[in-house]
């Protein structure tokens, strides 16, 4: 409430011990901007992420000690190499457990790499008895016997990762065993006795990731009374019912990498002492309210990697204690901000796009804070972006005009080939008027973006920008490829070929436009495209580079994969051909000054195709790279947008008009 008092506007925070306020983006972004530097310290560690990954990947048991390589506190000159109470007797080939080691004070009995087959009490009669920990990974098990551990009774730590397991039978711990944590990753396990674990009763740790378990049994967990940390990732498991668990006292529940697609309300109702819950990369579709009813202490969700559609308004009522929610990479696109009110004390919360950080503005800490064009507070994020957006939109659209003037006045000898420059400056002019409109839509928004965005990318008008962008791309690729055939044409066959007529070069040119602008227009109607092809992002361009399978994924990989990639193959062999052929025939020629004039040409011939490389090369890549799953920095995508992609728009009136000694001269 104190809080509320000092900073009123939702989506503001107070600096500690100050009245100063700052906006949600600025927490926990690398930038201090409050004094004393509060806005970086104060809730910007988010534990939980840390944990998140401290269990997907954990250490080897001796790694523990690996500090201690030279120092042996035990009394032993066996084969198996002493680090402090550990013995390392890792990978080699043992069939059985040697008989020269020592009685007690051993901590860890690592037996890692080597090809036991078959575990039975027999196999560890040479165990010793007060042993803590015992590591039989990679041990190629596929059998455990009846009474394997029997005689084992002080183990506290027993792994059994990575073996053959396909089955875990009962009656294989002794009635008073001392067991905290059972391992059995990543072997091959469908089938749990129901009564295994039955004698587990002091198990605080049980981690099954890895096998093929394809169903939780109440009767089976029922027994681990002490049970805190339940670990299930990898398996597949398809449901969650109100029956699946028991009471049971655990802390941390890890689900990660099943196949979950339903999940009852009251799922978890027995699990009343769960703090953390990993949901994290399986196939929910829909989040119903009640299904994390009766979980008033869980501080932590990851529900990260799944197909979540809809997310009903009350489903987060039960868990007003979160702190850390993860919702990055699903498929909604908005979220209703009454969804995530009732977390009055949730400090963070993770999405893949920073535009759904509109719905928790009461959260101080939303991730992502930018696309790299665009950020919470700003369409144009960086300074460089928003400078260089009107110097680009400036030069396009002054080049352009000169050019479109200086054709229609000066008069030519070559009425066709000023046709088609004519119309390839009207194309490259679209892309500086669609900058100078981003340009203005930055300058209005600047500041408060985040709270507008949804409104701006829905509108006519980013609209109409990503309708002008595309028009301008394709026309320009298109008419591009005309010029380039009527220049190879009377180059590679000056004599035979005969000029169209202006009559046929307007019909050809307005083809091309038709083509350019039904490409342009479609993805106006929705179904297929969505109502966010244009609006994907602030500058409204379907390059969908971070989000490459987005709707209508296919048409845009069309645009600026194929159509660019042949039209560029085309122009570059029919430049290559055009400079060969102006350098053979400048060989034959015996005058000096024409030599000169066809070494310019075939120059002018070059620079032309290292520029059309310069912008659709980095295009074609980063969008197949894109869709073959690697992730695009942030910052590439924003020199994508305002650098590379209108950078032919920039040139093109330098290279076919403004440099050329014809139109120079007039």
């Excluded at 396909?166 to 002794?174: A, G, N, Q, R």
């Excluded at 997310?311 to 993860?326: A, K, P, R, Y």
């Excluded at 980063?622 to 869709?627: E, P, Q, S, T, Y």
Aim: charged share 20%; hydrophobic share 40%; glycine share 4%.
């Amino acid at each position: 409430l104190e809080q509320n008092k000092i900073c009123p506007i939702l989506g503001y925070f107070q600096c500690e011990n100050t009245t100063i306020c700052i906006p949600q983006q600025n927490n926990c972004d690398g930038k201090v901007d409050c004094p004393g530097g509060s806005d970086e310290v104060i809730g910007c560690d988010d534990r939980a992420k840390d944990d998140y990954w401290d269990h997907q990947f954990k250490k080897r048991p001796s790694a523990l000690n690996d500090h201690l390589a030279h120092i042996c506190n035990l009394s032993y000159n066996g084969s198996c190499v002493c680090r402090g109470r550990d013995l390392l007797c890792g990978h080699k080939n043992m069939v059985k457990i040697p008989g020269d080691l020592p009685a007690d004070n051993i901590t860890l009995l690592d037996f890692e790499g080597n090809n036991f087959g078959v575990l039975s009490g027999n196999v560890l009669e040479k165990v010793p008895l007060f042993v803590e920990k015992i590591n039989f990974a990679h041990c190629n098990i596929d059998e455990l016997k009846p009474h394997t551990f029997h005689q084992l009774t002080h183990i506290h730590d027993l792994h059994l990762d990575n073996n053959d397991l396909k089955t875990f039978p009962s009656d294989l711990f002794p009635e008073s065993n001392n067991l905290r944590l059972l391992s059995v990753t990543h072997n091959h396990i469908s089938r749990i006795s129901s009564d295994a674990f039955r004698k587990l009763r002091a198990l605080e740790e049980l981690d099954l990731s890895g096998n093929k378990i394809s169903e939780i049994k109440r009767e089976v967990l029922a027994p681990l009374a002490k049970l805190r940390l339940l670990i299930l990732r990898n398996n597949q498991i398809r449901y969650i019912s109100n029956s699946t668990f028991p009471q049971l006292p655990l802390r941390k529940l890890s689900l990660i990498e099943n196949r979950i697609d339903r999940l009852d309300p009251g799922a978890f109702a027995n699990l009343t002492q769960l703090q953390e819950l990993y949901l994290t990369n399986n196939r929910l579709v829909h989040l119903k309210n009640g299904t994390f009813f009766n979980l008033s202490q869980l501080l932590v969700l990851f529900l990260g990697d799944n197909f979540i559609k809809t997310i009903e308004v009350g489903v987060f009522i039960d868990v007003l204690n979160l702190t850390s929610l993860t919702l990055e990479r699903n498929q909604f696109r908005t979220l209703d901000k009454k969804v995530l009110a009732p977390l009055t004390i949730l400090q963070h919360i993770y999405f893949d796009r920073f535009e759904l950080c509109e719905s928790a503005l009461h959260v101080r800490d939303c991730e992502p804070k930018g696309d790299g064009i665009s950020s919470q507070y700003h369409l144009l994020d960086s300074i460089v972006l928003r400078t260089s957006v009107w110097i680009i939109a400036a030069i396009g659209c002054t080049g352009n005009l000169i050019v479109l003037l200086g054709r229609l006045l000066a008069p030519t000898n070559n009425v066709v080939h000023s046709l088609y420059l004519r119309n390839l400056a009207l194309s490259d002019l679209l892309m500086g008027v669609y900058l100078f409109a981003i340009a203005i839509a930055d300058q209005h928004y600047r500041g408060d973006y985040l709270r507008y965005q949804y409104s701006w990318r829905h509108s006519y008008v980013c609209n109409i920008c990503g309708f002008l962008s595309t028009l301008s791309c394709e026309s320009s690729v298109l008419i591009l490829t005309l010029v380039t055939w009527d220049r190879f044409v009377s180059v590679t066959q000056p004599l035979a070929r005969k000029q169209p007529s202006p009559k046929t070069a307007a019909f050809t040119l307005v083809v091309l436009w038709s083509i350019a602008a039904a490409v342009a227009l479609a993805p106006l109607s929705e179904g297929y495209f969505g109502d966010e092809f244009y609006g994907n992002n602030g500058v409204c361009l379907p390059l969908h580079i971070h989000e490459p399978y987005a709707k209508g994924w296919e048409y845009s990989a069309a645009m600026f994969m194929l159509v660019n990639a042949l039209a560029l193959t085309f122009i570059c062999y029919a430049y290559m051909r055009m400079i060969n052929e102006i350098i053979a025939s400048g060989v034959a020629c015996r005058s000096t000054r024409q030599s000169q004039e066809r070494d310019k040409v075939a120059q002018r011939f070059g620079i032309i195709v290292f520029t059309d490389c310069l912008c659709w090369v980095p295009i074609i890549v980063v969008k197949l790279v894109a869709l073959a799953g690697y992730p695009i920095p942030k910052d590439l995508y924003a020199w994508l947008a305002i650098f590379i992609l209108p950078i032919n728009s920039a040139l093109n009136p330098v290279l076919y008009t403004l440099t050329t000694t014809v139109f120079k001269k007039q």
